[in-house]
């Protein structure tokens, strides 16, 4: 069983910055490989980034490409996501996720899911 618990979330203007953190209970965090997924309203859930479990593969989302980034500390069990040049159209749900399958972007394949944070860029 992993836990996921997400943070950082809030309230930025266009342009800003937020950094994502995703903490994980339990000893086997460095073997998932774990993604951010977020979710807008009206919108079915869309892959954002994902990174391997050591950290050494990313994918970034075509649409936020060059503006976001993934990494991991495993020695802290914790995901991020800085986002940088924050637009209107960033604003969702944002979910780190868990799983085994490598470099997945589909949500079904994914095990374990945090509560979700939110993200609201104005504009």
């Known amino acids: 069983q992993v836990q996921l618990v997400e943070s950082g979330g809030g309230l930025v203007q266009a342009g800003g910055s937020l950094r994502l953190s995703c903490a994980a209970s339990?000893?086997?965090?460095?073997?998932?490989?774990m993604g951010w997924f977020r979710q807008a309203p009206g919108k079915e859930r869309e892959f954002v980034a994902g990174?391997?479990?050591?950290?050494?593969?990313?994918a970034c989302a075509d649409s936020v490409k060059g503006r976001f980034s993934i990494s991991r500390d495993n020695a802290k069990s914790t995901v991020y996501l800085q986002m940088n040049s924050l637009k209107p159209e960033d604003t969702a749900v944002y979910y780190c996720?868990?799983?085994?399958?490598?470099?997945?972007?589909?949500?079904?394949?994914?095990?374990?899911w945090g509560q979700g944070t939110q993200v609201t860029v104005s504009s």
């Open positions: 339990g000893r086997t965090f460095s073997r998932y490989f």
């Open positions: 996720a868990a799983g085994a399958k490598w470099m997945s972007t589909i949500p079904r394949t994914y095990d374990y």
């Open positions: 990174i391997s479990g050591s950290g050494g593969t990313t």
